[in-house]
């Protein structure tokens, strides 16, 4: 027995409002592949997988394009608000929805604590004036009342702020591709070429185990690609702009990761310490003799930590709604005003972030950290979720309506099963980083939390169905 799954539409009554443009939607899609992490996090990649860190960021790459493939067919069938939650509802049963969308909304959560955070340090550093904890709460509340505007207000400023580190990072490769040849005025870098894939202990210097500790810390950067799939139900034409989405994230990835992390390693020897010290862009700039680099790159993070967190906040209010019209959450969280906004959805979302901030600055090795490691492995469980209902779903569609196969997943089912043992072998790999707060606490305790919230969700199926034929009873 199949559940139906009420439809989205972006001009239902009550519900969300097309105000996303075409120009809102692209940079939508291909910021969401750009997070913080590339910027903040790639040098620890490269110190410990070396020029092999390229093939981490390749593998995760391909994971997250097959991944977006699955979402895609199934996006631009049926374009919904809750997009993958909805689909696993219908595809795998209610409690799959239901756990698959509170702990979708969670990982958010948690993530606007870390976003909030990392921008209040950057901002605190340039007016100190203002104390840290002063800066997160302003970014929250400008990011909050944005949100409350229109989903139009959302759009606008995502349109910037992905507009700007999309124009950063195309600069920074093609002013690093200069100067490795030799080819950027007033650069006094050696004209190096590609020497330093190889020249320093080889392309595999830490052997090729590194390459699978490469992908465990590379594979959460990636998170925020399927936010394109929850957007698309609030644009005109959903299911076209769904496959231009899915049908351009492969050169995404491959310029924008790829790219610039091979000019970065191609500039600079992998075990340089100013990786570490000073993070691997501001390093390869500084490299090259571009002044004041490292206020560059701060500026460049604090633009990809404002994008991170406005879309962070409009992810997870559209999951709350999604779950809310499904009745999965309070009714409340599925209504919206007059300008098509989730009022109660965003501010329920809010509240909770300005839990997890406040966590965060008191007690952030405890309580807060804790909470970062329960929703640590959410993104690969979220990426399996799509795996599973896809195999499902694409007998449904085929069966009920085959003429919205507009974007069909290769090689169906192989290459699914194929992606479903990668995710479980990343998620086992994990149990072997016993480090504190490593791999093995995050799929532990992200384990244990959606165990709980599986369990929740049977539970109270089972209720509602026990009410339901008590209801329906005959009087004696």
Not at 146 to 169: D, P, Q, R
Request: proline share 4%.
């Amino acid at each position: 027995m199949t559940t139906t799954v009420p439809k989205t539409s972006p001009t239902e009554s009550g519900g969300l409002q097309a105000g996303l443009k075409n120009r809102h939607l692209s940079m939508i899609a291909i910021g969401g592949v750009i997070g913080a992490g590339l910027f903040v996090g790639s040098g620890s990649g490269i110190a410990a997988a070396g020029p092999g860190i390229l093939v981490s960021y390749a593998l995760v790459g391909v994971l997250v394009v097959l991944v977006m493939r699955m979402l895609g067919e199934m996006a631009a069938a049926n374009p919904t608000s809750g997009s993958f939650s909805a689909y696993a509802d219908r595809a795998l049963g209610r409690w799959a929805g239901f756990t698959i969308g509170w702990l979708y909304w969670f990982f958010w959560v948690v993530v606007l604590a870390v976003e909030a955070t990392a921008g209040a340090k950057i901002l605190a550093g340039w007016i100190p004036a203002v104390p840290q904890w002063g800066w997160a709460l302003i970014v929250m509340i400008v990011l909050t009342a944005t949100n409350l505007a229109s989903v139009s207000s959302y759009g606008e400023f995502e349109f910037w702020f992905a507009g700007i580190k999309v124009v950063a990072i195309a600069a920074f490769i093609v002013i690093g591709g200069l100067a490795l040849f030799g080819l950027l005025p007033g650069s006094d870098h050696p004209a190096s070429g590609f020497s330093n894939l190889t020249a320093h202990g080889g392309f595999l210097p830490n052997g090729p185990g590194a390459i699978l500790t490469g992908v465990l810390m590379v594979v959460f950067s990636f998170m925020g690609s399927e936010i394109v799939t929850l957007a698309a139900g609030e644009t005109a034409d959903p299911r076209a702009a769904v496959t231009k989405a899915t049908n351009s994230v492969i050169w995404r990835i491959a310029v924008f990761y790829l790219g610039s992390i091979l000019v970065v390693v191609s500039l600079l020897r992998w075990d340089d310490p100013a990786i570490l010290k000073d993070g691997s862009y501001v390093a390869a700039l500084s490299s090259i003799g571009i002044p004041h680099a490292a206020q560059i790159m701060n500026t460049i993070v604090l633009t990809s930590v404002l994008s991170c967190l406005n879309s962070g906040l409009y992810t997870a209010s559209r999951m709350a709604f999604s779950l809310g019209r499904r009745s999965d959450a309070p009714a409340a969280f599925g209504q919206t005003t007059g300008r098509g906004v989730p009022r109660a959805a965003i501010l329920a979302s809010v509240v909770f972030g300005f839990v997890a901030v406040a966590f965060n600055y008191l007690w952030p090795d405890t309580v807060f950290q804790f909470l970062l490691n329960a929703s640590g492995a959410i993104a690969l469980f979220v990426w399996l979720v799509i795996c599973f209902s896809q195999l499902r779903m694409r007998k449904i569609i085929e069966r009920e309506s085959p003429e919205k196969l507009v974007v069909r997943m290769w090689l169906y089912p192989y290459l699914t099963w194929a992606t479903i043992a990668l995710i479980t072998f990343v998620l086992g790999y994990m149990l072997t980083d016993t480090a504190d707060g490593g791999g093995r606490d995050q799929v532990v305790l992200s384990t244990l939390a959606a165990a709980g919230v599986v369990a929740f969700a049977l539970i109270r199926e089972r209720l509602s169905k026990r009410n339901s034929t008590h209801d329906t009873a005959p009087l004696s």
